[in-house]
């Protein structure tokens, strides 16, 4: 008979994502390989239907994500989170980037599992993200219960209110280790194999991310997201310009390999001037009240909302001149972009300067909420972790 491992665990809601959160210490005594198989198993992947039925996960790449939370012993940081972007269709999981969105959840878990002192009315947890190096507050309204699980702030994307928690990511440029414009150009000419040449922008903030315009592509920006999934020529244009970009940032030595080992980074972003259009939540967003249109693409599909990290790099774009992102935006409001996304709309803050012809970030800010769903194992057969 097969021996089931029972694992302590946490499933979370975190802005407009879900993850399976774990303590380091509940998974210290698994090699790398076998954490890799846990959270594949506890999110039910691969699967070739792209449903993820056996497993926690919810068929979208926003839902299909894991971290591991462990105390700091680092002065001024809390607690360590470690990302985990569980891939849906195969056995690949990348530790390599950070999501904002789960962010929003690291508080929350830290302050319900003991690792930090609850402090009323706001309890403020230093967050040192490990994949990127980069840090970041959490501020979370709290009671003497733990942290508020209602509240009146509502984001798009998720249905229904909650408490209101910022984050504030600091120097949150050059994950990379090459600034803010890591291809030290403000706008890329492209060459793909097979699709032609490409304009683009490349900005490394909370993420490296790649803006193309959406007229450039024979793609019309909608509304409905089922018109990019099915839209096969320009997502195989998409990912044929994000590879070339992976190779110049040196996070694969060619384009198969960053197909194959590099699906999570860089993010892709098609951009394109304001417009109406219905949202994903049957609601109306008025051009006038955004400041551009955004559609990312994340793991090859199409994000339904938009993500954390990319809406820091955009915004940081819309502020270089020259810039895509820039050239659409001529008029952003000084440390604030409202983005135009299929889920409804978001904003996002961001502290930018010029210095000595660099770039500099000094913070980035968002507001999001997140909800613990489920506490308690997850079930792991022991014929799993023999696998690899």
Known sequence: MDELLKIPAVFVRGGTSRAVLFQATDLEHFSKTQIDSILLTVLGS?????RQVDGLGGGFSS???AAIISPSSKPGIDVEFNFAQVDIETSFVDWSGTCGNISSAVGPFAINQGLVELTKPVTEVSVLATNTGKTFLCSVPVSDEGPLPVGNFAI???PGTASKIALKFNDPGGSLGKGIMPTKKLIDDITTISHGNYSVSVV???IPTIFVLTEDLNHRMSSKLEDLDTDLETKNILEAIRCEVAV???LATNVEKAHAESPALPKIVLISSTSDYIARNKQKVNSK???LRAI???????????PVSVSMATAVAAHVKGTLVSNIVRNVKLEELTIGHPGGVMKVGAEVAEARGEWLVNTATIFRTSRTIMEGNVIVPASKLQMN
């Open 156 to 158: 798009d994307g998720v």
């Open 289 to 291: 009240d955004i400041n």
């Open 296 to 306: 990312a693409i994340s793991m090859g599909q199409v994000h339904r909302t938009f």
């Open 46 to 50: 691969p699967d070739n239907s792209g």
């Open 63 to 65: 839902l299909s994500k």
């Open 248 to 250: 110049i940032l040196g």
């Open 204 to 206: 490394d903030v909370g």
